[in-house]
């Protein structure tokens, strides 16, 4: 049973992080809208580029969940103080890590978009966007690293005041540099990538005050971290990196096959990916709250309550996203009309939309579980499902639907769906085993 006092430990984690997830979502639908006034070409450029960024940045991104899982086991341990030194091995892992990918990837740019789009006029927005982008990365990696320090000490909300500023600012630049305004030239989609890229180190600054002032009692920066605190936080942070690229290769291929079936059916599809991303913020919100939950207890050597508070989470988490699922089953219709008036998308999008809605909310505990392991530091199961559900699973299933069988978008869109939700099983299976209380940070 789920009492009162473990709903309100919960929700105080979850609450801000999906805040932070939310107004993501909604500053990114506007920056979306300010580069749409450039005309098609180069809303089409900066939507293709923008997945190409957070494919380069996906091993950085693995940063928040390697910083959370040591930073919310030495809380549990009783070393607070040591949590920061999880924050400070992120940080070096940032300019090392970004650093070298951001060298080993700008000079192919031009290379490298030309597999993601073939067009002339695409390319010539998209890939000063990609490069201008990957100049932040390490700024990136940073905020990564707050990110998962704060949640593993449990002050969400110093990630979610700090995430609001910093898209505030980023449509504000927006503003500025690509219509030009205040002295500044018109800089149309550079402008917006350098908009990004300024949040992006701004953000990092927003997030060294709050360390320096708010939390100065922790002595966040009181020592520089030893090879080993690095190594710790680095054999959590590329198998969790890993997993995000994994997740980005899995939507591109999905991209990609239902490209083969014709332009309506990749509208329905990029239709369908955005409301199931949505659907699934409270997911990761949760997820994270579990993680920190997880982890706090194996530092307290309590592991029977880690293994329970994964399973509580997963209990709340799946209760609100079924009556999510619910509405979206039933409004499936009228949800599709707010993204299109186009008869024939919304009809090919309307059966898999209502299928998502009944499974969304095993989607979800399929995250949350997930990011229990994390939090756990058994981040090698993660994946390695991740790459047999991508490799093994859908991807060739769906080739030979795709060559040899000539599918329905339905059909490869349950596909896609069912790999996701055989990865929960997986994890739920795993988690149950109670192998991952053998990891060590």
């Known amino acids: 049973m789920i009492t009162i006092s473990k709903l309100k430990k919960i929700f105080l984690l979850s609450l801000p992080i999906i805040g932070g997830m939310v107004s993501q979502n909604l500053l990114n639908l506007v920056d979306t809208a300010m580069v749409g006034q450039l005309g098609a070409t180069a809303l089409a450029a900066v939507g293709i580029s923008s997945f190409a960024v957070f494919m380069s940045q996906s091993m950085v991104l693995g940063l928040s969940s390697g910083v959370q899982a040591v930073a919310s086991r030495r809380v549990g341990e009783g070393r607070i103080e040591l949590a920061g030194v999880s924050l400070s091995s992120g940080m070096v892992i940032s300019v090392l ?246 008869q024939e998308t919304i009809g090919l999008a309307i059966t898999g939309l209502q299928l998502t809605g009944g499974l969304i909310f095993v989607d979800v505990m399929s995250v949350i579980m997930m990011n229990s392991l994390l939090g756990s530091g058994d981040v090698s199961i993660v994946l390695k499902t991740s790459v047999i559900s991508q490799w093994l699973v859908f991807f060739p299933i769906g080739c030979v639907m795709v060559f040899f069988l000539k599918p329905s978008f339905l059909m490869i869109w349950l596909i896609f769906m069912f790999s996701r939700l055989g990865q929960g099983v997986v994890y739920t299976r795993y988690w149950h085993q109670e192998r991952w209380g053998k990891a060590k940070i």
């Open 97 to 342: 890590l970004g650093g070298a990918l951001t060298a080993l990837i700008y000079p192919f740019v031009p290379v490298l978009f030309s597999y993601l789009n073939a067009d002339a006029g695409i390319a010539e927005h998209a890939v000063p966007y990609w490069r201008i982008r990957l100049l932040a990365m390490i700024f990136m990696g940073f905020n990564y690293a707050f990110r998962g320090y704060f949640n593993g000490i449990s002050q969400p909300k110093y990630y979610m005041l700090s995430l609001i500023a910093i898209h505030i600012m980023n449509v504000i630049l927006n503003y500025v540099f690509i219509y030009g305004h205040f002295g500044f030239s018109a800089m149309g989609t550079d402008g917006a990538a350098l908009a990004s890229a300024i949040a992006t180190v701004v953000g990092t600054c927003i997030y060294i005050f709050v360390g320096f002032f708010r939390l100065k009692h922790l002595d966040i920066f009181k020592r520089m971290p030893a090879l080993s605190d690095v190594i710790s936080v680095f054999k959590l942070t590329i198998p969790a990196g890993l997993q995000q690229l994994m997740i980005a290769v899995g939507i591109s291929s999905l991209f990609w096959m239902v490209g083969l079936l014709g332009v309506a059916e990749v509208a329905a599809l990029n239709i369908l990916i955005n409301i199931l991303m949505l659907c699934i913020l409270p997911g990761f919100g949760f997820g994270m709250a579990a993680a920190t939950l997880v982890g706090t207890s194996l530092g307290e050597k309590d592991f029977p309550a880690a293994k329970q508070w994964a399973y509580d989470v997963a209990k709340v988490g799946g209760g609100i996203t079924l009556m999510i699922g619910a509405a979206i089953a039933v409004f499936a219709e009228p949800i599709l009309s707010i993204f299109t008036n186009d």
